[in-house]
C-alpha cells in the first residue's frame, strides 16, 4: 500500500478522500488554491501545498502545478476525486510519466470511453443495448438522415464532456439544423471539441447507473444501480438505490453488460455505467464515468463497500476480495443541498454560511466540507453538503429523510433544501414513478419552484 497520496481536488470529496487516506494509515497531501487557503481538506491533510489563485484554470486544472505540488511531497499516488482533472487522459500520462500512480483507469481507457461516440462502438462491440442513433461523429446530413429513419424526437448531443453542455432535444425536422448549430458551439466552448452525434430522445425516461469496481487481475465487482432521474438541467439532485424501475431480470441484465464491457475494454478502478430505461423499461446504455461520482455513498451504504479505499487497494494493485454481484441490503436515498435558489432558475448562491446545523441518529451520513462560518466561493461548485439515509426499506428511508432535512438548517445563503423536502413529500416521489423530467412536470406544484 501506498505510504503518501496527493489529493487533486477540494471541498466535500477531498474530504471525503481524506479520511479514507487517514484510515488506511497513508499520509494525506492536499492542493489548494488561495481561495481555500483555510478550507477544511487542507486543515485535515497531513501536508498542503498551494497550487494557484482562485480560478479552476490557473489552480485545480493545471496539470504542472498539481504534478510538481505531489513530487515535491514525495507523493507516490495522486487520487483525483471527480471533476476538475479526474477524466483527464493527459493528466493520467503526466501522472505516469513522473512516476506517480494515478487512482483510476489508464489513460487508453479514459479516452476510449471518454469520447461518447467512442465509448457508444465500445458498448456495442460488448453487446451493450444502445439507444438507436448514429454511428460516430455525424455531420449534418449524416443527423438528417439517421433521424428519419429512427423518426422524432430526437437529440443532438456532445461527444465529448457532459452535464448537458453541448446537448439540444430536436422534435422535428425543422428544429435540426439551428439545434445542430448551437450545439456544436456550445460544446466547442466548454470541451474544445465540436463533434457531435444524434440518438432517439427516450421520452419519457428514467436515469439508472451501475457501480463497478474492477482490479488488476480480472476481477469485477458491481455494486447494483442508482436511480438518478431527479434532475435540473441534466444535473442530479436526488439518488436513490434500489430503482422502483427495475425487476430482477432487467437488474441482471444491466449488471452482466457493466461487466461484460469492463471485461472488452480492460478496465481497472471504479467506475459508473449510465443507462437510460424507456417507457417499455428496456435499457439502453448513455455513457461511462470513468472516476468515482458524486453518488457513491449511496452505493456504499447499500452494499457495505468502502469504494474509495477499494479504489487505493486497486491502485496498489491488489485484487478485490470479492468478484461477481456485491450484496446489498435496505435502502439508500441521497439528497445534493446546493447554494442555489429553486425561486430563480436555480442560481448560484455563494456568500457565508452563517449558520450550520447538521442532522444525525440512526442510518444518516452527511458528507460536507463546510463549517458554520465557511465561505462558499462562487469560482467552483455550489454544493453545501450530501445528506445520505439507510434503512430496512424504501418507505423507513423515505421517512428517515425528510426527518433528516427537516434536523438540518443552512442559514446566510439560500439552498436547495427546501425543494428536496418538497419532492420527497410528492405523491409520484413517493409512489417511485417519476422520470427525468419530473421537475419540469410537477413545476406548478412542487412550492419551492411555483414561486419562481
Known sequence: ?????????????????????????????????????????VRMADQAVCIGPPAASESYLRISSVIAAAETTSCEAVHPGYGFLAESPAFVRA??????????????VMERLGDKASAKAEMRAAG??????????????????AAAEIGYPVLVKATAGGGGKGMRLVAAEAELERAFAQAAAEAEAAFGDGGLYLERALVPARHVEIQVLCDGHGGVLTLGERECSIQRRHQKLIEESPSSALTPATREEMEAAVERACRHVGYVGAGTYEFLLGADGEPYFMEVNCRLQVEHPVSELVTGVDIVREQLRVAADAPLAHTGRAARSGHAIEIRVNAEDPSRGFAPAPGQVTRLRLPGGPGVRVDTAL?????????????????IVHDDDRPAALARAIRALEELAVEGVPT???????????????????????????????PSLARS
Do not use: Q, W
Not at 481524506?18 to 484510515?23: C, D, F, N
Not at 501522472?95 to 487508453?108: H, I, K, T
Open 1 to 41: 500500500m501506498f505510504e503518501r497520496v496527493l489529493v487533486a481536488n477540494r471541498g466535500e470529496i477531498a474530504v471525503r478522500v481524506i479520511r479514507a487516506l487517514h484510515e488506511l494509515d497513508i499520509e494525506a497531501v492536499a492542493v489548494y488554491s488561495t481561495a481555500d487557503r483555510d478550507a477544511l481538506h
Open 95 to 108: 501522472c505516469a510519466e513522473n512516476d506517480l500512480v494515478f487512482v483510476g483507469p489508464s489513460a487508453d
Open 128 to 145: 451493450v443495448p444502445l439507444v438507436p442513433g448514429s454511428e460516430g461523429t455525424a455531420s449534418l446530413a449524416e443527423m438528417r438522415a
Open 371 to 387: 463549517e458554520e462560518g465557511s465561505v462558499i466561493p462562487p469560482y467552483y461548485d455550489s454544493m453545501v453538503a450530501k445528506l
Open 416 to 446: 436547495t433544501r427546501g425543494l428536496a423536502l418538497d419532492v420527497l413529500r410528492s405523491a409520484g416521489f413517493r409512489a417511485g414513478d417519476y422520470s427525468t423530467s419530473y421537475l419540469e412536470e410537477m413545476h406548478d406544484r412542487l
